[in-house]
């Protein structure tokens, strides 16, 4: 089902008001998507290690709650969305950093998935964060589209999302559809873009690492809507499908994001970054930046989903 909209126009997650419980709200899309479940009448439990940093932040709009056993089975959550995750970029994948990895992503959906279990009334749908990491790395100079059907890879990213994929998959067994939203590079005012445009804004900007690694991203309010989409999807009757690309129909190359970054802020783009001290620095999650990825979001398409910024221009023109 498509809805167009207007850039500024509220979101629609659907006629009837509902109760959803959302992790990871206190991040740079959580936080977004509150506020957009807010507006729309949706009554909202946030599960969260801080709730009381968390009533400050949200002004005691939503009702917080630190576990899942603060949750009695009698509850009545109608969705859950499912957005938490420790930062993926910074640290090195040690053994250490990649057992919080797991615990932030597959062990907190393990315990959500196990709240579903035990409660009274199922919740009808369950929106669950992934990345395109699950698809590994593509070949430098191979841009062929990588759809929802596209393998996984044995690499950590792509085990990680499998297995995050996974944990959520297991809610299916009481009832819920479960659809896994595999993000791009999300495009907004915070997250990733002000880091990446601080060497542009600064005058040396340039391509990184070659610059032919392909980018696939999604801006942030498209992100949203997409999500709005499957709510209504699911509530409509049409259903939902196990995994969805959340990107943009435009992928570009590094160098590409890097010219028209530059030209949107009036400076140059001359200034090349080799790999090798990223690879020195970060390790194997240099990959996430030195390698690319055609990622194209098909099933969004397939259902009528129109991007309010299918271009990079487009998007970045927006939010700068």
């Not at 009274?120 to 841009?143: F, N, T």
């Not at 989903?305 to 970045?316: H, I, M, N, Q, V």
């Amino acid at each position: 089902m498509a809805l167009d909209q207007s850039a500024d126009s509220p979101i629609a997650f659907g006629a009837r008001k509902e109760s959803v419980l959302l992790t990871g709200a206190t991040g740079f899309i959580g936080q977004r998507l509150v506020a957009a479940l807010l507006k729309d009448g949706q009554r909202v439990t946030v599960l969260t290690r801080s709730p009381a940093q968390a009533e400050t932040l949200f002004k005691g709009a939503v009702r917080c709650v630190e576990s899942m056993e603060a949750l009695a089975p009698s509850e009545r959550i109608d969705v859950v969305i499912n957005l938490a995750g420790a930062r993926i970029l910074g640290w090195r994948w040690t053994a250490a950093r990649r057992a919080v990895l797991r615990r932030s992503r597959v062990a907190l959906t393990e315990r959500v998935v196990a709240w579903i279990a035990r409660a009274e009334h199922k919740p009808r749908l369950m929106l669950s964060a992934s990345a395109i990491g699950y698809y590994g790395v593509q070949a430098m100079g191979d841009e062929t589209p990588l759809a929802e059907n596209a393998p996984p890879q044995p690499v950590f990213m792509s085990q990680l999302c499998q297995e995050w994929e996974a944990a959520a998959r297991k809610a299916q067994a009481h009832g819920v559809q479960v659809a896994c939203m595999r993000f791009g590079l999300v495009l907004g005012e915070q997250g990733a873009l002000p880091p990446m445009l601080l060497p542009i804004k600064l005058g040396m900007g340039g391509p990184m690492g070659g610059g032919r690694q392909r980018m696939s991203w999604i801006h942030v309010d498209d992100l949203l809507q997409g999500m709005a989409h499957l709510w209504r999807a699911a509530a409509d009757g049409g259903g939902v499908r196990s995994a969805y690309n959340f990107t943009a129909p435009e992928q570009v190359s590094q160098r590409e994001f890097s010219r028209a970054a530059a030209a949107l802020l009036g400076r140059p783009c001359f200034m090349p970054t080799p790999g090798w001290p990223v690879r020195l620095l970060l390790g194997e999650q240099a990959d996430l930046l030195l390698e690319g990825q055609t990622v194209a979001p098909e099933r969004l398409l397939e259902e009528g989903f129109r991007f309010r910024y299918p271009s990079l221009r487009g998007a970045l023109a927006a939010l700068l």
